[in-house]
């Protein structure tokens, strides 16, 4: 078990930029990371995901090219870099940490430690 804070979320208009940060109390390095997403009304939906090791990442379509997922285990933090953002983007940001495989790695279910959420809003 893990505890997980983020930090980082904030008002930012269309087309800029923010990052987001997610520290741990504790060891990560056995961990998958991913941050997910919920905007009101909506179900909560995967963003990006970072393998243990740091080796591979994965996103949402809807991110790719926009967002970037990177992790220190020394540090024992992963940052989500937001770039072009977007009035859709806006959602309560959360980041999680479990054990998932390929087929599972963009799935909640995959992820048994949570963070608390950040929101982030995209508005002009």
């Known amino acids: 078990q893990v505890q997980l804070v983020e930090s980082g979320g904030g008002a930012v208009q269309p087309g800029g930029s923010l990052t987001l940060s997610c520290a741990a109390s504790?060891?990560?390095?056995?961990?998958?990371m991913s941050w997910f997403r919920q905007a009101p009304g909506k179900e909560r939906e995967f963003v990006a995901a970072i393998r243990r090791n740091g080796g591979t990442t994965y996103y949402a379509d809807s991110v790719k090219g926009r967002f970037a997922i990177s992790r220190n285990n020394a540090k024992s933090t992963m940052t989500l870099q937001m770039n072009s953002l977007k009035p859709e983007d806006t959602a309560v940001y959360y980041c999680?940490?479990?054990?998932?495989?390929?087929?599972?790695?963009?799935?909640?279910?995959?992820?048994?430690?949570w963070g608390q959420g950040t929101q982030v809003t995209v508005s002009s």
């Open positions: 504790g060891r990560t390095f056995n961990y998958d």
């Open positions: 999680a940490a479990g054990t998932a495989i390929t087929s599972t790695i963009r799935r909640s279910e995959a992820y048994a430690n």
